[in-house]
């Protein structure tokens, strides 16, 4: 094998490890990415059926990419191809009367304009305009104060600060107050303030607190709305599902002239006089480089280099951490489009939610702290072979469900007969809205928490990396006094959703840990 | 018609925070009147005789966190007000063990070893960080919160102050401080705990009072709520009113009454008078009237503004604002006569912590579950309470060889469901009645023989608390202590300087910063901001001038 030092050797080709190759590579940097499946894609890729048809095994939607980092890598070009649908949301209800929303705009199944329509608007813009307020974050490194006041990159970065405080200033004094108000409430109360405890609510406190280990009465669940919105809050659905939009990023790496190893993990991180030197891979090899980035756990990026080179306190805020995964992912196999009473076939391939209240929401949640499944789960589905053809055959479809509240530590462990009561709970579930879908099913695929855990390393299988809670952002993600990607010893750099400015397909945490390690001037 | 006096201010409601602002305006020189619609004065810091000849603090029941500023200020300990604190507390589980908190160092480092070594090194850490964290907050407590939207030179001087403090802590405890007021209690005892049963013990007083889990985010804030205190210069301790919880407020009264104040009970406010956007004065239920330019009400903020001024003096932003402020109603109490003091097998005969408060609940799971049970309107089958038997301390509380004891139970839903239905009314004697002896059998499991000693209980629900003291859903604090509604948000954004849309009107009660307990913080800073705007900021000395 290549006897080459590289530049900078990358660990995980998820999102976020290709996003940072590629950032660095297109700074003519040589980079190698290290995958321990057999293909890259993480928590966005591909799961085929027996059948072959492609059900998209973790995430399903895209919905926060980043358009900054989608341009800088060229991902949508005709390098790196991908193609979206934007899709619109129902809310359903067992009674048919259903709720869609399009953007910003509510209306019934039916056609009727939602009674709570103009209100709706309104909140949900203005959650809008907050979260592009606070996307101007996301791309630069978390506002420290590491430095001092005397310190140039310090004031760099609280200047950034400066300018959200003057972008808020400038709303007016009105929408100011209001954002300082609702930026640390939850979802539940800003929602239900305003709308009835009915479905629509029911779908912006799900959308607030999917994948986060939070009902929507925790304080903290706006701002992981708001984190979600950060793109406008549109929902897309990758033609050629979620493994399109992995391929994407590295076709993008591949064409920035990183190269890739798949099919090996890493065992170690190679620390020469506190400098990060390469990694040792599970056959032994070890391959050489002038820095390192991690796409794993916060936790698991400290222990391949070894705790050792940490101090003690922050060995004690790794294992702190709160990550626990809160999603599971149940795939089915139907034998032919299931049908949902009072839905048209062009809405039943929208995103469907089961959420039909706020309060439903948080009662789902409640277990979920006691280690076990929720009696009535909080669901996220979309059929994405009703958008995309190609993905099934046979007129067979593909249901993709996301169930909210799974805990990873559930009570008596996640072995085949708890998988199987998840299944029959979510099919359960199901019925109550597309009456005779289980007898659609051919195949099944599940994912718990555990199981996302066992296949991507995710901590806890959690979809963020670690706890999206306020105390667990900006300039304390992942921990304290660990903000700026750099992770112990010199060239060693966090790059992954642990990292900020968090989870989702967003790109952002590997580019601006790339790009941090540039300006740090380790290359 | 009644009376027609005129004052220069009038303080409608006799509370701990009214009583205070009263004080501080009486001794600045002007002529002040109070307004209570009970026949007795003290809001919910009262001491009352229920059972003939003992005397329960049936509202709020221990005190630390009046700021020993303002007990100075106002020289209450000449008008009889005597603190006696008391040492540890316990937690009993129900294999007949117990966790005693005892505040001499080396018996609690001993006592948590019989529980868990590790813990013993991680409470070192745990009491640093909290200490550290309520030095940091103390300093605000007895400032306005800055308005950030404001480039008025005080807003900006406040802003600098905290920018200064924060700054002043370094990059590393700003960090920390930051984590800390947004973590959950749960959390925060689980990065440092190990035992059940110590974290459970901590983090009652993450809860006490809110409309939160344990594991909501922002409870570790709460906990501050419960440590920032002090009795005598020592932080974190808590003591006894001599007396009952009543003391302060009659210490509070006597005050008021010597600088020159008039006291008016019996007629609570039917309507705040307004003329052309100008308070003037206060329409009792009884029809008397009492005009001043200054008004300033001490009940919490939706009484004020949503039952007993006129809605058209208010702009409709601010009216809204109001009816989203958040009071939940979470907690009950009972106050037990009792024939003799009862027995706690589990512990060493005349153990120092059964002098102090004293709790059943053995995890933070069980604490959790009890807030779910509230969520749905229920009280909890296994309710987390705050014991406590005062006249051990303090024998006037209860005839010689009888004693009193307070059980502060979290949580007790204001608008309890019953067949579906969720309302107030659903309490009645029954459901009281079942209230009761869901505690009585918690109770059980520390002092098995506690009904048997029992001579008279009063169970007091969010819905008594409310129609007695007049606190809207009857919520110790005014208001949530969330972070949507503290400092420059409480109670409403824009009017968190005790100031209203009505001139001349002011909230000096917890519904205003820095929020709930009886810490007087409210009533003295909502005086001082009056005495400010009204030019007579200087007229006295000590902390309000």
């Known amino acids: ?523 | 018609m009644g009376q027609h006096d005129r004052y220069d201010a009038i303080v409608a409601g006799a509370g701990h925070n009214g009583l205070t602002t009263a004080c501080y305006l009486a001794k600045a020189g002007l002529k002040v009147l109070v307004v209570e619609k009970n026949d007795w004065i003290g809001g919910a810091a009262v001491s009352r005789s229920l059972h003939d000849g003992w005397t329960y603090s049936n509202c709020s029941y221990v005190c630390s966190l009046l700021r020993r500023e303002i007990v100075r200020d106002l020289e209450l300990p000449k008008y009889g007000l005597q603190v006696i604190p008391y040492e540890g507390g316990a937690s009993f589980t129900r294999d007949g063990d117990y966790f005693a908190y005892m505040s001499d160092h080396d018996a609690l480092r001993r006592e948590m070893a019989r529980h868990s070594a590790h813990d013993v090194d991680a409470y070192e850490r745990f009491s640093q960080t909290v200490i550290r964290q309520c030095r940091f907050i103390r300093p605000f407590l007895l400032r306005n919160a800055p308005d950030p939207t404001s480039i008025k030179p005080r807003d900006i001087s406040e802003l600098l102050f905290l920018v200064k403090q924060a700054h002043g802590l370094g990059a590393k405890e700003l960090g920390e401080t930051l984590r800390f007021w947004s973590m959950s209690i749960g959390d925060f005892l689980d990065e440092h705990f190990e035992s059940d049963l110590i974290k459970a013990h901590i983090a009652g007083a993450g809860i006490i009072g809110t409309g939160l889990g344990v594991y909501s985010p922002g409870t570790a804030y709460v906990l501050l709520h419960h440590y920032m205190g002090d009795v005598d210069g020592a932080i974190g301790a808590w003591g006894f009113a001599r007396g009952g919880m009543g003391a302060i407020s009659n210490a509070l009264g006597a005050c008021f009454e010597e600088a020159g104040g008039k006291i008016v009970m019996g007629s609570g406010v039917d309507k705040f008078l307004v003329k052309d956007g100008k308070a003037t004065g206060v329409a009792l239920e009884n029809g008397d009237e009492y005009y001043a330019p200054i008004v300033a009400s001490n009940m919490d903020v939706k009484r004020t503004f949503l039952q007993h001024t006129g809605q058209e003096h208010l702009p409709e932003d601010f009216t809204k604002a109001v009816k989203r402020f958040k009071i939940r109603g979470s907690s009950g109490k009972l106050n037990i006569a009792l024939d003799a003091l009862p027995k706690f097998p589990a512990a060493p005969k005349g153990a120092p912590f059964l002098r102090g408060d004293m709790h059943c609940s053995e995890s933070l799971n069980e604490l959790e579950r009890a807030y779910d049970d509230w969520k749905e309107g229920r009280w909890s089958q296994n309710p987390y309470f705050d014991m406590l038997i005062p006249s051990q301390i303090d024998p006037t509380m209860a005839p010689p060889g009888k004693h009193m004891m307070t059980v502060f139970v979290q949580y007790a839903p204001y608008d309890l469901e019953v067949n579906g239905v969720r309302s107030g009314t659903n309490w009645t004697d029954e459901t009281r009645k079942s209230f009761a002896e869901c505690v009585f059998d918690k109770l059980e499991q520390a002092c098995p023989d506690i009904r048997s000693k029992t001579l008279h209980a009063e169970i007091r629900t969010p819905l008594d608390i409310e129609n007695e003291v007049g606190l809207t859903e009857g919520n110790i604090f005014q208001g949530e202590l969330t972070f949507d509604q503290l400092l420059f948000n409480r109670p409403v954004p824009g009017y968190a300087q005790y100031d209203t849309p009505i001139s001349g009107m002011y909230i000096v009660g917890s519904s205003a910063h820095p929020g709930g307990g009886v810490m007087a913080a409210p009533g003295a800073n909502a005086a001082k901001e009056i005495l400010r705007n009204t030019g007579k900021g200087r007229a006295i000395r000590g902390y309000a001038a």
């Open chain 1, 1 to 523: 094998m290549s006897p080459k030092t590289y530049d900078a050797i990358v660990i995980g080709g998820g999102h976020n490890g290709l996003a940072a190759a590629a950032t660095l590579a297109r700074k003519g940097k040589s980079v190698c990415v290290i995958e321990q499946n057999d293909s890259c894609g993480g928590m966005a890729r591909n799961a085929a059926f027996a059948s072959g048809a492609q059900a998209p095994q973790i995430a399903h939607l895209l919905y926060n990419l980043n358009p900054k980092v989608a341009k800088e890598l060229g991902i949508g070009t005709s390098k790196a191809p991908l193609l979206t649908k934007e899709l619109p949301t129902v809310s359903l209800k067992e009674d048919g009367d259903h709720v869609v929303i399009h953007g910003t705009k509510a209306r019934l199944a039916s056609g009727a304009i939602h009674p709570e329509a103009a209100t709706y608007e309104e909140l949900i813009s203005r959650l809008i305009r907050f979260a592009a307020l606070l996307g101007q974050l996301s791309t630069k490194s978390p506002p420290s104060l590491d430095g001092g006041l005397t310190d140039l990159a310090t004031l760099g970065e609280l200047a950034g600060l400066a300018k959200l405080g003057l972008d808020l200033k400038r709303m007016g004094k009105k929408e100011m107050r209001e954002f300082l108000r609702v930026i640390l409430s939850n979802i539940y109360d800003l929602t239900l303030d305003e709308l009835a405890d009915d479905a629509l609510a029911g779908a912006m406190t799900a959308d607030a607190v999917r994948g986060a280990y939070a009902g929507p009465r925790s304080p903290g669940t706006v701002f992981s709305l708001m984190y979600r919105l950060g793109q406008g809050g549109g929902t897309q659905l990758p033609i050629g599902g979620m493994g399109a939009v992995s391929r994407a990023f590295e076709q993008a790496a591949r064409a920035a002239g990183v190269d890739i190893l798949t099919g090996k993990g890493v065992t170690r991180v190679l620390v020469e006089e506190d400098r990060a030197a390469g990694v040792a891979l599970s056959d032994g090899e070890v391959l050489k480089a002038r820095a390192v980035l991690s796409n794993a756990g916060p936790k698991a990026t400290m222990m391949l280099a070894g705790a050792e080179h940490y101090d003690v306190e922050a060995v004690r805020r790794m294992r702190n951490q709160r990550c626990k995964g809160t999603a599971a992912k149940v795939n089915l196999l139907l034998k032919s489009a299931p049908v949902f009473p009072g839905l048209s076939a062009e809405l039943t391939a929208g995103r469907l939610l089961i959420a039909p209240s706020a309060t439903y929401v948080e009662r789902a949640f409640n277990p979920a702290k006691y280690g076990e499944l929720p009696s009535d789960p909080v669901i996220e589905l979309v059929i994405p072979s009703l958008t995309d053809p190609s993905l099934a055959t046979d007129n067979q479809h593909i249901l993709s469900a996301v169930v909210s509240f799974v805990p990873h530590g559930l009570e008596g462990g996640w072995d085949k007969s708890a998988q199987d009561r998840l299944v029959a709970l979510t099919l359960g579930t199901l019925e109550k809205y597309s009456p005779g879908i289980s007898d659609l099913v051919l195949e099944q695929q599940v994912m718990s928490p555990a199981d996302i855990e066992a296949a991507t390393g995710a901590p806890g299988g959690h979809w963020h990396h670690a706890e999206m809670g306020i105390d667990q952002i900006l300039t304390v993600r992942p921990a304290n006094g660990m903000a700026h990607y750099r992770f112990g010893p010199v060239g060693y750099y966090l790059c992954g959703a642990g990292a900020h400015p968090g989870g989702d397909v967003t790109g952002v945490a590997g580019r601006n840990s790339a790009l941090q390690l540039l300006k740090d001037g380790v290359l």
